[in-house]
T-cell receptor
Framework: TQLLEQSPQFLSIQEGENLTVYCNSSSVFSSLQWYRQEPGEGPVLLVTVVTGGEVKKLKRLTFQFGDARKDSSLHITAAQPGDTGLYLCAGEGQAGTALIFGKGTTLSVSS | DAGVIQSPRHEVTEMGQEVTLRCKPISGHNSLFWYRQTMMRGLELLIYFNNNVPIDDSGMPEDRFSAKMPNASFSTLKIQPSEPRDSAVYFC?????????????FGEGSRLTVL
């Protein structure tokens, strides 16, 4: 069974701080997606990474896919209160298996 | 453009009652997914339809759960009889991609509480 472990589970920081959250697995994924979910809403896609070692940037957010395509990280520079939310990673299995979601990292940024 | 529309947003019912959740996917999307989200288990896939046909229902917990997609613009998830452990937020998502690698567009969810 493919599993995605996300860490930390909860993160509470001050505005302006930098942070990194992780998404790890023992399985190889064809692609990996990152979503952000705000309270009372559904998840919204931030980025998809496909190639091992790939780095994508979305304003202050930097996403990296591990070389072996088993892990990924999300780095936020100078966090803002608007970054508050649940960050979910989701992996597409190699054998055409279902998209697997991690349990997420809940980020709280206070001003 | 309208996104994925789910109803009801909130449902409170008593154990043993039938619950029906509804979903209207984004027009033109041919893949539809039902997920369940709880604090303990996170987001779990229940069932995946492609072109109205169930492709993967391995996540459906048991015979009490059933899902249908009679046409491209409507799907239902039914729980009969409901139990307290079914309490969760149920999400419907649609995609224009066939398979698992595309962007999922989620609805706002239906929060179910079974007393």
């Amino acid at each position: 069974t493919q599993l995605l472990e996300q860490s930390p589970q909860f993160l509470s920081i001050q505005e302006g701080e930098n942070l990194t959250v992780y998404c790890n697995s023992s399985s190889v994924f064809s692609s990996l997606q990152w979503y952000r979910q705000e309270p009372g809403e559904g998840p919204v896609l931030l980025v998809t990474v496909v190639t091992g070692g790939e780095v994508k940037k979305l304003k202050r957010l930097t996403f990296q896919f591990g070389d072996a395509r088993k892990d990924s990280s999300l780095h936020i520079t100078a966090a803002q209160p608007g970054d508050t939310g649940l960050y979910l990673c989701a992996g597409e299995g190699q054998a055409g298996t279902a998209l697997i979601f991690g349990k997420g990292t809940t980020l709280s940024v206070s001003s | 453009d309208a996104g994925v529309i789910q109803s009801p947003r909130h449902e409170v019912t008593e154990m043993g009652q039938e619950v029906t959740l509804r979903c209207k996917p984004i027009s033109g999307h041919n893949s539809l997914f039902w997920y369940r989200q709880t604090m303990m288990r996170g987001l779990e896939l229940l069932i995946y339809f492609n072109n109205n046909v169930p492709i993967d229902d391995s996540g459906m917990p048991e015979d009490r759960f059933s899902a249908k997609m009679p046409n491209a613009s409507f799907s239902t998830l039914k729980i009969q009889p409901s139990e307290p452990r079914d309490s969760a937020v149920y999400f419907c998502a649609s995609s224009s991609y066939v398979g698992w690698g595309g962007e999922l567009f989620f609805g706002e969810g239906s929060r179910l509480t079974v007393l």
